[in-house]
Each structure stands twice: as C-alpha cells, then as structure tokens.
C-alpha cells in the first residue's frame, strides 16, 4: 500500500520515528497500528507515536526527539557539536522544550531540557534541524562548566568569526536570574572581557581617540607598507619606522593568521621598522600603558 511506503520514508527521514499527527494524515486507522505493533515491529514511544526503525546515531536520536515533542530545539553540548565547538566531548543527544510541555514519550538515548526562555531568536536552523545559535548554546553550556573553560571557549569562536559577542552579552543577560545556573559565571566571562569585544573598526576608533587625546604625535593611518605596497599598517610613524597594529582579536585561535603575523612582523624588523601590537583588552583596560610605549618607542627612535 502506498500509505506504508509513505510512513517508512517519513520514519527514515525523522530518525526512525513516526507521530501521531503523521500516522492520521496518512490515514491509519487504531487497527491497523494495533497490527503494526504485533507484526511488524513498531514500538511504541508514548502518545500516539511510534518507532519503526532502530536510531543508528547521534544525529538520528536527535531528528526522532524534534519530531515528535513538537517544538522541541536541540541544544547544549549536541548543539556545540553542531556549530563545532572544540573543547567539549561528546555526550548524550539533547534538546530543550518549553517549560509548559508535557510528554510521555520515551527516549532513553535523549535528554530532554525544560525552559521557558528560549526566545525565537536564539534559535535557527541547521541541516533541516532547530538548533539554539551559537550565543545561546554558550549560554547554556556554562551551567555546568567554570568560567575559564567557557572563556576559551568564547575567545576561539569569536577568533574564528563564528560568536558576536554584544549577542552573548544581550542573551546571557536576558536570561539571567538570582540562582540560575550559570548566570555568575558568564558574567564573570563578560566581566573579563571588558563587557564586549570591539570590532575591528571599533577598536581603531577608540584606540587612536585615545592616541590624539594623549598628546602623542599622529601616525599615519593605513599606511602602505614600503616593502609591499599594496597592504597595510593600521598607523605608522614613518620617520620612527614604527608601525602599531590593532588586533580586534582576543588571542590568534587560527594558527595561519598567527603565523601570517609573525611573518609580516620578521619581514618589518628586516627592513629596520619595529611593529607593535595592541589588542582590544589593551585598549579597555590599559590604555595609559599603551600611550607610555609609544612614546618610549618614539623617544628611542629619535
């Protein structure tokens, strides 16, 4: 019968399961999956829902809980699985739910969070699966890690481009509450890093506001590179042979553009230039000592 092929390809699609809903639309009647039941194999999973094939993965225990919890987000460590976290080891599938869900199904290779914050917007779509975004997975991971650790784990994301980190700060202090779980220890990570990581042109802004207003000389903004023309210093005192790099970047979590830096910085020294590099920490929260180096370089340079 057409409906039984439909209701196979339906199943090995959603991780091996079928819901209530899907088993009427096809028509089903209660005979027939009384019939399934007794001999063909189906299990049930609670409330009208059945599995019809094994969970042959990770993945696949995750598409089956989606599919029949209705709304059902996979999140925490299955989620930074899937955005590609490093630092965390694999675990057991898990999704969140709204807090006023109930169910009775039974997924023993799912864990099955409640919550009622989990805005729409701290969810997206990954590979036909709703997965909670990269910020509020971090979110949720810091439950249960220390600071340190959710620390490494928010500066490789955002060297890698993949964390905003205004958006972490604006869902960690969305969610947070007196006693919830991890609400202390992402501040404590928000804290450290100067309440926010400045983008590139932020930081630039701020770091040579704070180069005019110290009464330093002015670089040169963009400077063309002598040697090679068509790229850039962010400023340059060219008669020092002095050139400051402003790194938006809370450490290099990619080996190449740590490498590429320390090629370019050897490449200046050869040509008699020194290059100094200033990050966006230096700029929050020490910016006095950098107004005193530059004007130690440039007193040594003349």
Sequence with gaps: MIKNDEVRQFAASHGGVVPASELDRLGFT?????GKVRRHGWVSIGRGAYRLFPTRDHR??????????????????SAAE???FTRLPKGKAIVTVHSRTTHTFRFDEVLAHRTHDLDDSHVTVVGALPVTTVERTVVDIAKTRHPKHIGAIVDDLVSRGA???????QIAESVARRGKPGTVTMRSVIDERGGAMLSQSELERRARALIESSGLPQPIHEYAIPWAPERRFDDAYPEAKLAIEWDSRRFHGQLDAFEADRRRDRTAAIHGW???RFTWRDVVERPREI????RLLLARAS
Aim: hydrophobic share 50%.
């Design 82 to 84: 899937i955005h590609g």
């Design 163 to 169: 964390l905003d980190f205004s958006t972490l700060a």
């Design 60 to 77: 696949d225990g995750l598409l089956a809980a989606v599919t029949v919890l209705g709304r059902a987000v996979v999140s925490h460590e």
């Design 291 to 294: 107004v005193n180096s530059i």
């Design 274 to 276: 020194r290059v100094v």
């Design 30 to 34: 209660a005979n027939e999956i009384r």
